[in-house]
């Protein structure tokens, strides 16, 4: 979960009342429900940090079709169980899921999330509309879910400059500092953290392991590499949130971070505005997406409202909203949605605490998607075998 305060930003919200909502587009194949509805909408990335705004500017928007949105949040991790069992006792409580490429892909594995490929048709065209990184995103989803939020990610390294005068520039360099500094380094669990697992899938790419994309046969580097670094960690947060605290507190001196990461605990007073980000040598961006996902056993009238609602949310009107205080930075994944275009507050924020070599930095090194759903899974069973297990 991310470090950060919801807020309303009405100052845009009231400039969405007169726009053409859905770009335009006609919804003859939907179906509208008889009564309005109540969504029930399940947080497990911190996406609403970008899109609560824009969801509740919906049902203002769009009353005879949605009633209230009603939000809440949980772990990654415990997602996919407490969903699996609502199913199987025909007690489905949640409409709709925001998350990352965790659960997305262990909802994938467990057949979780309902196919939306029948209704294409009730869709943008989604080539045409999201950016090219944040499409290659999409293919993640095989169908099952919608890109709602996109940034390039990481893995950086963050750091306190006081305390950390000459910062590690290469894999090899970090492993060293955490030698000589015991216990000052620290991330968080994969399964639970886009930092920690943009750390986790960077690595075969920073060590140059013979296949990045196969972390059963193809990441040997990455697995002896987080064995012998984790000899030298206190123990592995079990979210990003704690990492950033344990910074601002000076108990740890270098975390792992993401742009988003960076930016936003800056900006609310978690860390110190002073901190400096790094790369490590051989750095390539994995990029991260947040993702709507309807669960299975979701009610066709629901379902039509789902998709509408989906449709409202890749507006830029809504994506504008994704700029928020810097959490998922940029944020949008949607084409020519600027900055001009978010709240004041928003604009505020990143021309404080934002960084001018982020642009340098994405548009010099390569842009990797993140491994395949089947991937992502066996690479956080391994981590948690191997690596986790060992501080529990």
Request: cysteine-free; proline content about 8%.
């Amino acid at each position: 979960m991310p470090i950060t305060r919801r807020h309303l930003m009405t100052s845009a919200a009231a400039g969405l009342a007169g726009a053409t909502l859905f770009g335009g587009k006609a919804f003859a194949a939907l179906a509208k429900p008889s009564s309005p509805v109540t969504i029930t909408v399940v947080d497990v990335a911190g996406n609403l940090a970008l899109t609560q705004a824009a969801m509740q500017r919906y049902t203002e928007l769009k009353p005879e079709w949605a009633s209230r949105i009603a939000f809440t949040k949980a772990p990654a991790p415990e997602l996919p169980a407490k969903l699996k069992a609502q199913q199987n006792a025909g007690r489905l409580d949640i409409d709709l899921v925001l998350t990352g490429t965790d659960a997305l892909s262990a909802g994938l594995d467990q057949d979780l999330w309902t196919d939306l490929s029948p209704y294409k048709a009730d869709l943008p065209n989604l080539e045409s509309v999201l950016i090219p990184q944040a499409f290659k995103m999409q293919a993640m989803a095989k169908d099952r879910g919608v890109v709602v939020s996109y940034y390039p990610s990481g893995p950086l390294i963050e750091y306190m400059p006081d305390r950390v005068p000459t910062p590690p520039t290469s894999a090899e360099e970090l492993l060293a500092y955490t030698k000589a500094n015991p216990n000052k380094f620290i991330y968080a669990r994969p399964s639970n953290s886009g930092p920690g697992r943009t750390f986790l899938m960077g690595l075969p790419y920073l060590l140059k392991d013979s296949d990045p994309r196969d972390p059963e046969k193809g990441w040997d580097k990455t697995w002896a590499y987080l064995e012998e670094l984790g000899q030298n960690i206190e123990y592995y947060a079990s979210g990003t949130t704690q990492t950033m605290r344990e910074l601002g507190e000076g108990t740890r001196d270098i975390v792992v971070s993401t742009t988003g990461w960076d930016i936003n605990p800056r900006v609310l007073g978690v860390v110190p505005a002073e901190a400096k980000v790094g790369t490590l040598a051989g750095f390539h961006w994995v990029t991260d997406a947040h993702y709507m996902v309807v669960p299975k056993g979701v009610s066709d009238e629901k379902l039509a409202v789902l998709l509408d609602l989906m449709n409202f949310m890749l507006t830029p009107e809504s994506q504008a909203y994704a700029y928020d205080q810097g959490y998922f930075y940029p944020g949008p994944a949607v084409k020519d949605v600027t900055l001009a275009m978010a709240p004041q507050e928003s604009q505020d924020a990143i021309k404080e605490f934002g960084r001018p070599e982020y642009d340098q930095w994405i548009a010099e090194n390569p842009l990797e998607t993140p491994l395949d759903a089947d991937k992502i899974v066996a690479a956080f069973r391994i981590w948690d075998e191997r690596i986790g297990a060992k501080k529990s």
